[in-house]
């Protein structure tokens, strides 16, 4: 299973690098903290979960998603972001999950968990 995780923070991201290979050590993690170059490697690789923030200087989650979902529709996707102004208009993006920082080990092996039976 590939994830991939972006978020421009590189604290946020370490943390949800952390909290991932806790949670599931068999996974295949790829993180960026460039949105533009995530976007490019969601349109050359295959990508089952995409944790990713939703507001981005240059791509943002919505339009990572939205590229994602297009190549592969069943692929799974969190939002991991501060606030809760997002999560209405995440639903609609057929967002799969929409966790708030900062992660947490259980919460985000949760996700994972979902993906599996998703």
Same mark, same amino acid.
């Given at each position: ?9 590189? @604290? ?14 068999s /996974? ?25 923030e939703v ?7 919505? @339009?990572l &998603? ?7 529709p ?6 991991? &972001?501060? &606030?809760? @102004? ?16 900062? /992660? ?14 998703y």
């Open positions: 299973m590939v994830v991939l995780a972006v978020d421009e923070d590189i @604290e946020c991201l370490n943390n949800l690098k952390r909290c991932i290979k806790e949670s599931d050590n /996974v295949e993690l790829v993180t960026f903290t460039d949105s533009v170059l995530a976007l490019k490697y969601i349109k050359e690789h295959t990508v089952d979960i995409l944790f990713t507001r981005m200087s240059s791509v943002t989650g919505f @339009e &998603t939205k590229c994602l979902k297009e190549k592969m069943n692929a799974y996707v969190v939002f991991v &972001t501060r &606030t809760e @102004e997002h999560a209405i208009h995440a639903w609609a993006a057929h967002v799969n999950g929409y966790l708030l920082k900062p /992660v947490d080990l259980q919460r985000v092996r949760a996700e994972l968990e979902c993906m599996q039976v």
